[in-house]
């Protein structure tokens, strides 16, 4: 598996997605500059949380690496998630720009046919980012924004991570108990 962290608002939820999927698969990191900047803003310790992505990953890269294995459809992998997902990242990768470690595995995964998800965060959307997104889940990638939901009746900001995590990993197939189903099938 390959996680993405964007400089979007989110780095929590990229610091949970990155522990369940890790607990699940072979991880590899990308995490551009914007992404450790505003890692500055919204966790305590910036240095500690990217160092823990780190040690969950088998690789961890930068943004300008792009000779790393993943950016090459030779090399198997089940499919990538961009957590946060900026929408400058949303639109390279619409456009088909591969000018970082991230927008060229993105293109790698739609080239291969290998499972996309991005979790854009941005509101309001203007409707140049609904034309992206839309483009987006056209050539078939999973678009999971992280809007709240409440049937599942949250204690805190760590079950909406939770939820929002978890709805990431059902786009891989992956069992999970991050959060309740809205019902029991009959």
Do not use: Q
């Not at 979790?119 to 997104?133: G, Y």
């Not at 939820?163 to 959060?179: I, K, N, P, Q, S």
């Amino acid at each position: 598996m390959v996680l993405g962290v964007t400089g979007a608002s989110g780095i929590p939820i990229a610091l949970r997605t990155a522990e369940a999927l890790a607990a699940r698969a072979e991880l590899v990191t990308v995490v551009s500059d914007a992404a450790r900047e505003t890692a500055r803003h919204e966790v305590a310790d910036p240095d500690a949380a990217l160092e823990r992505v780190a040690d969950l990953s088998t690789a961890t890269y930068d943004e300008d690496e792009i000779a790393a294995a993943v950016a090459s459809g030779s090399v198997s992998f089940r499919g990538m998630a961009i957590v946060p997902a900026s929408m400058n990242t949303v639109a390279a990768i619409s456009a088909g720009r591969a000018d970082s470690l991230i927008t060229r595995t993105a293109g790698v995964c739609l080239k291969e046919g290998r499972t996309l998800v991005v979790v854009p965060r941005e509101t309001p959307l203007s409707e140049i980012h609904l034309r992206n997104l839309t483009d987006l889940a056209g050539m078939g990638v999973d678009v999971v924004p992280p809007v709240l939901g409440f049937y599942y009746d949250p204690d805190g900001i760590d079950d909406v991570v939770d939820h929002v995590t978890g709805r990431v990993l059902d786009r891989f197939g992956f069992d999970h108990d991050l959060y309740e189903s809205w019902g029991e099938l009959d």
